[in-house]
Structures are given as C-alpha cells and as structure tokens.
C-alpha cells in the first residue's frame, strides 16, 4: 500500500471514528536533550510514550485527538518504518540517520516518510508541555530579541509559516548558527536534513487539531503558542 493511500485512510478512519480513546500514558522520555535524537545507533524504533498524560493538554488539544494522533498516526508511522527496514541495511541504524540517508532519494521515499514523521512526531509531542507557553525568559529571550526583534515579532512570524504552510506540513523554530528563524517543512520533510537544528516543532496536518477546531487553524495555533509552547525543551536543543 503505498504512503499516500495509508495516510487518506488513516485519516477517514480519525474523522469517523472519533468517540474511541486509548488509555492514557505519562511516562516521560528524552528525545531532544542535548542532539534531538529519539533513539540511539543500533536501540529499536518504537513509539516513545508521552511525556504526559493524554488529557494533560485539554482544553487546548483533547485527550481524544491525543488518542488518535499519537496512538494511531505516530504508531502507524513506527510500524510501516519497522516493516521498511527489516532486512535492510536500516535495520540497526538510528531513526535520526534512516532519515538522513534516505532523504531526496525516490527509491527510498516510502522509507523516508514513515522514518521522517517518526522524529517529526516524537519532536512535537516534546515542543508542548501543560501550562506552556507564553514569553520566555533566560538566554532564549535573548536570543529572539536578536533574532526577531521582538518576543511579539517571533509569535507573529512562528503563526503565519503555521498557518500559511499550504495542506500538511509543520512550522519549526530553528537555530542556524548563532541566529534563529522560522521555516516551514511540507508533509514528512524536517530540518536534520538541512543545515540548521530544530528547536521546537508544531504539527499543521489536520489530524493535529481537526476535532478540536476543524477548520480553524489560526485558533489550534494561538493555542499552542499561549499555552503549550515547551520552552524548556527548546533552551535544550540550542548547540
């Protein structure tokens, strides 16, 4: 089945059965200490468990989009990677190299989507943290003064690369050197594939804020960054 196909009926299957939830899970884990990284060279891929619980989110994002996102879409992608490395030269390789190796490589791009929304996944869950949000203080405010302007110019910016990525895709605060910027990455692509280190993440595919807000993205998005940014996480990622 190809990528394209395992996405439209995951996401049929997201919009029909909504009602049904999964047992929630607060266990933390570590990706993005220090490199980002959500596995280690030659560690199993798996899905990592949440580092909180499903509903810690609520009201910004539900514990029933939770459910589906993380317990269906995120597990999916681990899955289908799982299934696209068994035998291969990826077999033992770390999540962070299969994505690197196989990024812009047509015969690899089945691999790459799957392995790729695996670390963009796991990444996002890290980015929100319950009452997150709002200015930060510390170095990184230092640094969006110097890069931005201001904490406001940041929001402004960060807000509409989330909401003008067309279809799915994601928007990303990333340093590049000793400045910061925003970009945005279309369906699976991530910034490890370029030159710059991803700081934190939001989702824009529509599974991510879909039952809460439907169609108002702008709304999904303000959440996030009044009230579930982890700025935390991001002083961690600054090399």
């Known amino acids: 089945m190809s990528q394209r196909l395992i996405t439209e009926v995951d996401r049929r299957e997201f919009l029909a059965r ?16 220090g490199s980002a990284r959500s ?10 468990p949440l580092p909180y619980a499903q ?12 459910s589906f996102h993380y317990g269906r879409h995120h597990q999916a992608y681990v899955n289908n990677t ?13 999540l962070e190299d299969i ?16 392995a790729a ?14 009452g997150g949000g709002g200015e930060p203080g510390g170095a990184i405010a230092g640094r969006i003064k110097d890069s931005f302007g201001s904490y406001q110019k940041f929001v402004e910016e960060f807000s ?7 279809g799915s895709g994601w928007a990303w605060l990333v340093q590049e050197g000793a400045r910061l910027r925003v970009l945005k990455t279309a369906n699976a692509e991530t910034p490890i594939t370029m030159s710059v280190q991803p700081l934190i993440t939001i989702d824009v595919w529509e599974h991510a804020y879909y ?29």
């Open 211 to 239: 039952l809460d807000y439907q169609n108002r993205r702008a709304d999904y998005i303000k959440a996030f960054v009044e009230k579930l940014l982890h700025w935390d996480f991001a002083v961690k990622n600054l090399v």
């Open 82 to 94: 799982l299934k696209l490395i068994a035998g291969t030269e990826f077999e033992k390789a770390s």
């Open 39 to 48: 596995v280690e060279a030659g560690a199993p891929i798996s899905l990592p």
């Open 99 to 114: 994505v690197r190796k196989t990024a812009g490589k047509p015969d690899s791009a089945g691999l790459f989507n799957n």
């Open 18 to 33: 909504s009602g049904i939830a999964v047992a929630a899970l607060a266990a933390p884990f570590s990706i993005g200490v």
């Open 160 to 166: 509409n690369a989330a909401a003008t990525q067309f």
């Open 117 to 130: 929304q695996v670390y963009n996944h796991t990444f996002y869950w890290n980015s929100m943290k319950p």
């Open 55 to 66: 509903n810690a989110l609520e009201p910004s994002i539900s514990a029933n989009t939770i």
